[in-house]
């Protein structure tokens, strides 16, 4: 072969070994193809959500920032364009969204932030688009079509008159949000002018969107969970349970009092329910449920966990097993002790209860839609999984009716809605005494049932505070 | 108004680069010489039509004088490598001419886009290398001497390697350049063609296992000061080709399975050993674990990627300046984010396709020195592309190597028009009677059934596939009877030792006595 005169002598084999060498990498090069497909199929469209993109930022030099709108169609957050080109970004109803729909001006917040992709991206038609770009040289953004009602939010914002608080209000059929109130709150219109104060205003945070980030001790609404724990070990004969409360149970040198140091007297659970006594639900966690019932019932029912909010939201936290107690034990059963719940959490309790037990993701998110009001995508409802039985959440129900028929949320009884509902008191270190309010139920009228959760920080114990405001939505929603 | 030409740009430049790929493609199967030159020239224009647009769009959004320098250059530039090769080597390959130039020309528009100063150099230095390359088919012609050179191009490759490992200037981090009045020379890239011209060298002249061993020594030292060096990338392109050049010339897939042996041995070796090795591979696995730090440069890209999504932004609409560093080594990144995840798939493509060509060409030239350089040259190129767009793509650790023709990088640019017109040189000194046959590359067909697709004559093409395994059948049939006399008999060969020339003397005999 060195001489290399004849072509002839070239082997099948040589051939071969090339068209082989030519195989393999072909082989690569397909590979190499179909994982870009791959990669702009499947990770792309996570990725493009990663806190570290930045390149979103770049289409607002061609598009028009897209409306956040209400429920009912009306504009919570849109972009004015002046005659110079000039865009000034506006919130009709400024405080009551403040924190919820964020602001967009300076840095961004809320679904402001959550949703800058859509808002940004522009899905008119190209007939649209080229119209646009004649007259206007932008396209305008796609809108963010929120559950939330303007109205309803007016009411709660009313009700918590100017207290310290939050509200959220959720649809009981699909965990839509209706309302996220979060007191004090902010403008968003003026946030830049007011950003030196705002963020230095360290004892109203009012940043913070204390619906969904809050963490607050639970108080007696976690005898929801406690009840739930106990229902079960004792799924048939929990009718059976009984308690004569004295005023007070002891653990070893550690004593526990019912509210105002009453004294119950003989109860059944849904006396003890209705009633919130803490004596009973003491003895219950300390005897009558096993080590790790309380902990188990809650991390079911989201504690410790993630809820999966688009918004920043925190975790609602649950701690027994390190600093197991008895005395600790005790106080975690009627909502003392670690335990740390925001108001969106005990409100997706009080959903799955209504809901025969299935815990249902809550959404702010309707759907997007663009310029022209046709739909883009929808949110699905997402189901977070069963997290009780049917027949418990309907023995939860009884018992949270009979809170609001002979117990503490006598307030709702008057309400045609058939509210069932559980306060609580959460105590905290002050020198006036005074505590948050809770209230958590829902309405269960069988149609456009709502789910409420309320808390109301520095009340006087006991003065009903969240029943009032809850009273005033279940009111609004169904008396008018 | 220029909304609306951007946005419809989108679209045209991915139907030039789509129908440039498909043409590119049609050209290389082509059964005639009249059909293949229809191809190259719809080549030719699609090209054209690709450039003039993406600069409208680029001028359009950033009206700079220099931008319409550019653009008059790579047209110019286009045109006279088309007329040069067509007047002084009409035997060249005008695919491979066109999509090199296409290849060049779509980096050159995404530099442009990121930054002009640095888009004029590259052209320059495209155009100067191009300028010398002319020369290199006239010198090539005496290229058989260089097949008894492969222990000098040897020991050159290791004394430049060795030069930039102990003299080199540190850039990111990497010893990689070495300076030589004010110009930065990356001497990995000029190595690649001595380091190919070694191994075709020494294996044309044995591939007695001593041979090989003594290769193997001598890519090793290439491959661990490389690695040294931080050079991980060229470390690997010099691994695979020298792998796939030793299995193809000795036909025994055994070293293949030896060099993967070795290469997972030395992997782990390395990940032990280099910090910046074990660095890499967790960029790898996880790259927002280090977001701040070494991470930031992957995230980047891989977010711009995400940016563009099929179509792209739009050139200038996106934001891939956010990568550091994207034009040397994110290009691919920067075309996804303005041009489009489809347009980077045709660009994929389209590199495969240059590599299929190069495989072509190996296969019809007749000398086996030649054809292992080509082979070598084709392995390298495939697999650095690999290389580049997998790691942009975060398929495999990102090793910090430039994608041939397209990254900014003088070197990188330099060696590879160097390394094309090496192969256009080889192809010109084809020896063939039938010229007209051969004034292209005619796609090799690849299925085995077609056997050997060439002849001198008419009648030695006309070979049948049947009689071609019979001559392979009376081959192995007189290979066993002959194998204890056969070293007597030919004096220099050694029983089991199955050298080409070997084979090619049998069947030489075996079609002497098919076709008397």
């Known amino acids: ?480 | 108004m220029i909304n609306i030409i951007v946005e419809l740009s989108k679209y045209l430049l991915l139907a030039f680069m789509l129908l440039f790929t498909i043409f590119t493609y049609t050209a290389m199967r082509a059964k005639t010489a009249s059909a293949r030159s229809d191809s190259t020239r719809a080549q030719l224009v699609f090209m054209l039509l690709f450039n003039f647009l993406a600069y409208a769009v680029i001028f359009l959004q950033k009206p700079e004088p220099a931008i319409l320098i550019i653009y008059a250059g790579i047209t110019l530039y286009m045109l006279l490598v088309n007329l040069v090769y067509h007047l002084a080597y009409k035997k060249a390959s005008v695919i491979l001419i066109n999509t090199m130039c296409m290849l060049i020309s779509i980096g050159l528009v995404i530099i442009t886009r990121l930054d002009v100063d640095d888009a004029y150099k590259q052209l320059v230095i495209a155009i100067g290398a191009t300028v010398i390359s002319f020369f290199i088919p006239i010198i090539i012609r005496k290229a058989k001497i260089f097949s008894k050179w492969g222990l000098f191009f040897a020991i050159l490759g290791i004394l430049l390697l060795a030069a930039v490992f102990v003299l080199g200037r540190v850039y990111g981090g990497s010893r990689l350049y070495l300076e030589f009045h004010g110009i930065t020379f990356q001497l990995s890239e000029f190595v690649k063609l001595t380091f190919v011209f070694f191994i075709a060298g020494m294996l044309y002249h044995s591939t007695s296992f001593k041979q090989v061993f003594f290769v193997t020594v001598l890519a090793a030292i290439h491959v661990v000061i490389l690695v040294a060096s931080t050079d991980l990338g060229a470390g690997l392109v010099y691994f695979v080709a020298y792998m796939v050049m030793v299995c193809v010339a000795t036909r025994k897939i055994r070293y293949a399975v030896l060099g993967l042996g070795g290469m997972a041995g030395a992997s782990v070796v390395a990940y032990r050993l280099f910090s910046h090795v074990r660095v890499r591979v967790s960029v790898w696995r996880d790259p927002v674990a280090d977001y701040q730090d070494t991470g930031y440069q992957i995230v980047q890209a891989l977010l711009s990627i995400c940016a563009g999504g099929w179509f792209g932004t739009g050139l200038l609409r996106g934001s891939p300046d956010m990568v550091p560093l994207v034009e040397r080594d994110f290009t691919f990144a920067a075309i996804c984010e303005e041009l489009g995840i489809l347009f980077a798939i045709c660009l994929i493509l389209l590199c495969m396709v240059a590599f299929l060509i190069i495989m072509n060409i190996a296969v019809k030239l007749d000398n086996d020195f030649y054809k292992l350089i080509a082979l070598g040259f084709g392995t390298e190129y495939a697999f650095q592309v690999f290389l580049t767009i997998g790691g942009t793509v975060k398929l495999i650790p990102m090793t910090g190597i430039t994608l041939p023709l397209v990254s900014y990088g003088g070197s990188s640019i330099t060696c590879t028009i160097f390394m094309f017109a090496i192969i256009q040189g080889l192809y010109i000194m084809r020896t063939d009677v039938d010229d007209s046959y051969y004034d292209d590359t005619t796609f090799y067909e690849p299925e085995p059934e077609t056997g050997p697709a060439e002849g001198t004559s008419a009648s030695a093409y006309e070979f049948t596939h049947d009689q071609l395994e019979e001559q392979i059948a009376k081959e192995n049939a007189y290979r066993t009877q002959e194998n204890g006399s056969a070293a007597a008999r030919t004096n220099q060969y050694i029983p089991g030792e199955e050298t080409e020339e070997f084979e090619r003397r049998i069947i030489k005999e075996a079609e002497n006595s098919i076709n008397s």
């Open chain 1, 1 to 480: 072969m060195k001489d290399g005169s004849s072509k002839k002598q070239k082997t099948a084999s040589t051939v071969k070994s090339y068209i082989f060498v030519s195989y393999l990498f072909v082989a690569l090069f397909v590979g190499m193809i179909a994982y870009v497909i791959y990669f702009q199929v499947k990770v792309s469209p996570e990725l493009a959500e990663s806190p570290y993109n930045r390149h979103q930022g770049t289409y607002s030099t061609t598009v028009i920032r897209g409306s956040i709108l209400a429920s009912n169609g009306m504009e919570l957050a849109y972009t004015q364009t002046d005659e110079e080109g000039n865009e000034t970004r506006y919130y009709p109803y400024g405080h009551f969204f403040a924190q919820t729909v964020g602001y967009a001006d300076y840095g961004s917040s809320g679904l402001e932030a959550a949703y800058n992709d859509a808002l940004l991206d522009s899905h008119t038609s190209i007939m649209e688009q080229i119209e646009n770009d004649m007259a206007a040289e932008k396209y305008y953004g796609d809108n963010v079509v929120t559950s939330l009602d303007i109205n309803l939010t007016q009411a709660a914002y009313n009700a918590l008159g100017g207290r310290k608080g939050a509200v959220i209000v959720m649809d009981a059929d699909t965990s839509r949000v209706l309302t996220c109130l979060s007191q004090p709150d902010f403008d968003p219109n003026t946030v830049a002018d007011d950003w030196e104060d705002l963020i230095t205003n360290e004892s109203d945070s009012p940043f913070l969107n204390r619906a969904i980030q809050g963490l607050y001790e639970p108080g007696s609404t976690f005898k929801i969970l406690t009840t739930l724990a106990y229902l079960k070990q004792h799924p048939n004969d929990w009718s059976d349970f009984s308690y004569e409360c004295t005023g007070e149970y002891k653990i070893g040198n550690f004593t526990i009092h019912c509210i105002d140091n009453s004294v119950h007297g003989k109860l059944t659970l849904a006396d003890a329910f209705s009633k919130s006594c803490n004596c009973a639900f003491s003895y219950m966690a300390t005897n009558l449920l096993p080590e790790n019932a309380l902990m188990e019932t809650a991390e079911e029912l989201g504690f410790n966990k993630e809820i999966g909010l688009r918004l920043p939201s925190s975790i609602s936290e649950f701690d027994l097993e390190k600093t197991r107690d008895d005395s600790i034990t005790a106080q975690t059963s009627i909502g003392q002790g670690d335990t740390m719940a925001t108001p969106m959490q005990m409100a997706m309790i009080a959903q799955a209860v209504y809901n025969n037990g299935e815990m249902l993701r809550p959404e702010f998110v309707i759907g997007i839609s663009n310029a022209e009001s046709v739909t883009i995508s929808e949110t699905k409802t997402a189901s977070l999984g069963k997290v009780m039985t049917s027949g418990q959440a309907k023995v939860l129900k009884q018992l949270m009716r009979e809170v609001v028929e002979k117990g503490t949320a006598g307030a709702l009884a008057e309400i045609p809605c058939n509210a069932c509902g559980k306060t609580g008191t959460a105590e905290y270190d002050n020198d006036q005494g005074y505590a948050h309010s809770w209230f958590v139920g829902f309405s269960n009228t069988g149609e456009d049932d709502i789910v409420v959760a309320v808390i109301v920080e520095e009340s006087v114990p006991g003065d009903g505070a969240a029943v009032g405001v809850a009273r005033e939505i279940l009111k609004y929603r169904f008396e008018q």
